[in-house]
């Protein structure tokens, strides 16, 4: 099983910087592609980013040229570098993950941590 807490939420004003980490434990060599979603207040939670083992990423188009992820698989830690905050990037952002073993495909969760964009 893989366990993942979030940190680095908090408040921002618009145009500012924001960084969020992730720190994995447990059986952390399974892991596969990381990636942050985000669930903005009566939304549904959307991918913001996400990036292979092999370090190949993909970023939704709003977020495009202002946000960027990175992992460390020696640490098992990734983190979301976040740019140029615009309110509507207000919303609780959660750390995932997929994994898989010889009986199935997994995806885990983090608790989540609040951002808050004010304009």
């Known amino acids: 099983q893989v366990q993942l807490v979030e940190s680095g939420g908090g408040l921002v004003q618009a145009g500012g910087s924001l960084r969020l980490s992730c720190a994995a434990s447990?059986?952390?060599?399974?892991?596969?592609?990381t990636g942050w979603y985000r669930q903005g207040p009566g939304k549904q939670r959307e991918l913001v980013a996400e990036?292979?083992?092999?370090?190949?990423?993909n970023y939704a188009d709003s977020v495009k040229g202002r946000f960027t992820i990175s992992r460390d698989n020696a640490k098992h830690t990734g983190s979301l570098q976040m740019s140029s905050l615009k309110p509507e990037a207000t919303a609780v952002y959660y750390c995932?993950?997929?994994?898989?073993?010889?009986?199935?495909?997994?995806?885990?969760w983090g608790q989540g941590t609040q951002v808050t964009v004010s304009s």
């Open positions: 995932t993950a997929t994994s898989r073993d010889r009986w199935a495909r997994y995806s885990h």
């Open positions: 990036i292979t083992n092999g370090g190949v990423t």
């Open positions: 447990g059986n952390v060599r399974v892991i596969e592609t």
